[in-house]
Each structure stands twice: as C-alpha cells, then as structure tokens.
C-alpha cells in the first residue's frame, strides 16, 4: 500500500548553491567570515576541502561554519590534486576561481563526475588566459595553469548554465578591469547576490531581453555572517510527496525561494498543488518562506521551456508527480538533463516504466499519461538503477512513496552528496502520522 500521510513539520538541509559560493567567497575575503545552516553533504564539503588545501580556513564550529579568508589574488598552490568527489558544482566554479591566479592545479572526480564535460568552462576560461589538458573528451581527470596575467572578457553564455557564468565571474574577481557575461536566458543567481554582499562590484543590466552582468576585477571582499537558506531542490522531493499522498499536511521551515530556483513550485501550483507560503522574509539578500503543502489532486500541463533553467534539478521528481496527475504532461527543451549526473531523461523514463508509469521519451523531453492519482504499480522483486545520481534516488524514493509495492532502489549512498538524512527523515514522517 502506499505510505500514511506525511504530516508535521521539517527543515531540509541549506541550499548547496549557495552553500558552495559562501565557502569560496568567504575563502577570498580578508579575515573570517561565519556561515549558519552550511549544507554538510559531500559536495559542499569537497569545495570546503579545496579552499584548506589552497590557504583557506575553512572549520565547523558550535555556532556554525568559519571561514578564513586570504584575499582575492591569495590563494596558493594546492600540493595535491583537488578531489571533487561528484561536485560538478565545485569543479567549475573553482575552475574559474584559480584560472585568473597564477597557480597550476589538477582536478580528479569519481566516475560519474569524470563523464561529465568540462568544455563548456574551458572555453571562455582560456580567453581570460589559463590552460588546460583535460582527458579525452573534455573530461576530468584535469589539470590547469591559471593566467599569471588575465585578461577581462565579455563572453555570451551559448548554453544557459549558472555555473559557467559563475566560473567566469568568479575568474573576473582577480583579473583587472570589468569582466562582462550576457545571458541570454536568465540562469540561478545566487552568485551575484553574493558577490554583492561580500562587496565586489558587480552591475546588471537587461537589455533587449537579456542580462547582462559586469564584476570589476581586482576586487576587495569583505568577510560576511551567512545564514543559508533551506535547499529548494531538497524542498522538492518532500513538496512533491506531501501533494501526491493522501491527508498530508506538511510544513516545510527555511526554504530559500529565489525567483530563479522557484520554478517548480509555480509548475505544481499550475497543476493544482496546494502550497501556501508562510513568514515570507528575506535572508543575507534571499527570499525565504515556510510552505505548508496538503495533498491536492493535480492536472496535467505542457511546461513552459523557458521554466527549465529556474528548475533544472527538479525535473526528475516533477516526472514523478506528473505519473500521478490527471491526463497527458509534456515537457520539452530539456536537453540539459541528458549531462548531468545521468542522462536524467533516459533514466527517469526507464525506472518511471519500470514502476507502471506511462512515459514517451523524447529528444528534449518526456511526455507522461498520468493515473489521475491512482498509486504506481511499483518495482516488486527489482531494482531500478540510479546511475549513482543522488536526485535519481532521491525521485524514486517519492515515487516508492506513491506506489503500491513500492520503488526498490539499487544504491541510496549517492543521496548523501547533496541530503544526509533524506532516508531517516522521510522514514520519521511515515512513523509520526
């Protein structure tokens, strides 16, 4: 049968985003900066790993995270190659750290990460001056020379993606003059809100459509007190869950809702979830809100394209809630998701069908005939594969939820790159109702 409502209230763990950008600013200002809510999983603790091996304090405290910075231009040569774990994140923002210092650095992934490509970040990175031999195919293993003298760029993105523009932001902090990057799609920008706050100075315009963000180089950062907001894509799985199983009334504390994260939430409100936002504040320059979400029948829509950068992650968990509504969902301009961890379409589509949904595989997209809100079948004696993707696991966890048999999963260690605890606090929901 499927679980017992999720009733009460939860806090899910702080926003990785933004989490990763505090760790790195903090390690460029001068003096300490103290971070509150800091997400612990192994991503963040990966950037927080490279910062120490580069001069950076970076420390857990009884009252929070510190961070010990050394200035932009500070940073030193790491003895040893850099481990990122499967932080595509801490990759290609610190890719674009050091390309404007003066330093040699090699970068090593486990194996999902080491499929993914880096080219995207290679290129404008080499124009500001720094080199790289990555593995065939554009891959990690990787090593790379800073510019001992970058040079500023404007760079127009060719793929919406807020780590590239973050990389070459992040490589303008230390290059003199202003380095220019133009959007023509509006990407997540917890990095110019940050880098705000920590006092660069960074301008953005929109013209014609499109944003275009300038940083002067050479800048001078000032240690920040962060308190991270709660991750919206952690938010996701437990939004999804409460909407789709019956007499849930769930409360969710601390969510970060940036306008360029909240996608998801406007899609299931289109598709009639029920999600009312509570205490709405703003926190270190990020909209923030408590949600209550009750279990709500929802129909199906065809998604905007122009949604996918605002939700890119939780596109995996909003298949599943799309299995469960009422009529035919269709989404289209996703090919992003065929780089990530896995090729999240295929994968999805895969264990989707596996569990009785009905799902049409496109070449950007999936389109899904819901059961209008009957269970899944589930995965009775198999177990679908996650391709070592933590939001694979994480999506199928929730469809277990929604289903009669439940969703058998062959490996849930991924979930602690980005949720420790994901497993324990959805267990600790069903239990309380």
Known sequence: MPAGPLRGTIRVPGDKSISHRAVMLGALAIGETRVTGLLEGEDVMATAAAMRQMGAGAAKHADGWRIHGVGVGGLLQPAMALEMGNSGTSTRLLMGLLASHAITAAFTGDASLSRRPMGRVIEPLSRIGASFTPSPGGTLPLMMTGAPVPVPIEYRLPVASAQVKSAVLLAGLNTAGITTVIEPVATRDHSERMLRGFGAELEVEELDGERIIRVRGEADLTPQTIEVPGDPSSAAFFIVAATLIEGSDLTIENVGLNPTRAGLIDVLRQMGASIEELNAREVGGEPVADLRVRHAALSCIAVDPALAPSMIDEFPVLFVAAALAQGRT??????????????????????????????????????????????????????????????????????????????????????????????????GLRHSS
């Open 330 to 427: 269709v989404t289209r301009g996703l090919d992003e998701l065929r780089v990530k961890e896995s090729d999240r379409l295929a994968v999805m589509a895969a264990a989707l069908t596996a569990a009785g949904a009905r799902v049409e595989e496109t070449a950007d997209g999936l389109i899904i005939d819901g059961t209008g809100g009957e269970p899944l079948r589930g995965t009775a004696n198999a177990r679908v594969k996650t391709h070592l993707d933590h939001r694979i696991a994480m999506s199928l966890a929730i469809a277990g939820l929604a289903s009669q048999a439940g969703v058998e999963i062959d490996d849930t260690r991924p979930i602690d790159t980005s949720f420790p605890g994901f497993i324990p606090l959805i267990e």
